[in-house]
Structures are given as C-alpha cells and as structure tokens.
Nanobody
C-alpha cells in the first residue's frame, strides 16, 4: 500500500557531495515526519536528519553544517543534500516516514522504511 524508494547513493571521494532522494507512494493521506537514518557495518542504525511537515528540522551533531534535509510535500519526497563528505559518513542510508494512509474506508498510522541506499566515501 505504501512504498518508500530511495535513490542517489554512490561512491565519492572525501570532500565530495551527494544528494539522496526518497519518494513515498501509495494511498498516503499525510506524512508527519520524514527522515534519514544510516547504518555503518557493525554499528547501530542512527538518525541523520529529520524534517516535519511544517519544516522543522533535526540533525545529528556529526552532520550539522554539512548536510541539509528538505522535503516537497506535494511530491511526498524528502531529500538529503550531503556536502563535505567524510569517510565516516560511509553507510547504508535509509529513508523513514511516519505517515497516515488509507485502505478502503479506513485510515492507518504507521512508520515505513525504504530499502536503503549505499553511500561510500573514500579518503
């Protein structure tokens, strides 16, 4: 019923930039919060950045000043602009959405995850 599809992951050198995109599709009524998480090998998944429907943002300290999250509510899409990338940013990046969707005449609230996109930063 709902799907999140990420794109934009790639391999870059330190100091480079990437832009990740995540589009949500399905019978979506509204998306309260959209965010990006990442998981490096042998590490726990961590929040990178999140943005509410009103545009309020939250960033991990490690990415403040380098990453910018934004969203297009009309397209149900969230973006992550990543600048000044460092090798420690290497991880699988996952899109997350806290949303309400419709199924028939019923409405449901749920949290969805994308399949992940690999970002590799070499020194």
């Amino acid at each position: 019923q709902v799907q999140l599809v990420e794109s934009g992951g790639d391999a870059v050198q330190a100091g480079g930039s990437l832009r990740l995109s995540c589009a949500a599709s399905g019978s979506i009524v509204s998306i309260r919060t959209m965010g990006w998480y990442r998981q490096a090998p042998e590490k726990e998944r961590e929040l990178v950045a999140a943005i509410t429907i009103g545009g309020s943002t939250n960033y991990a300290d490690s990415v403040k000043g380098r990453f910018t999250i934004s969203r297009d509510n009309a397209k149900n899409t969230v973006y992550l602009q990543m600048n000044s990338l460092k090798p420690e940013d290497t991880a699988v990046y996952y899109c997350n959405a806290d949303l309400t969707f419709r199924s028939g005449t019923l409405y449901y609230t749920a949290e969805y995850w994308g399949q992940g996109t690999q970002v590799t930063v070499s020194s």
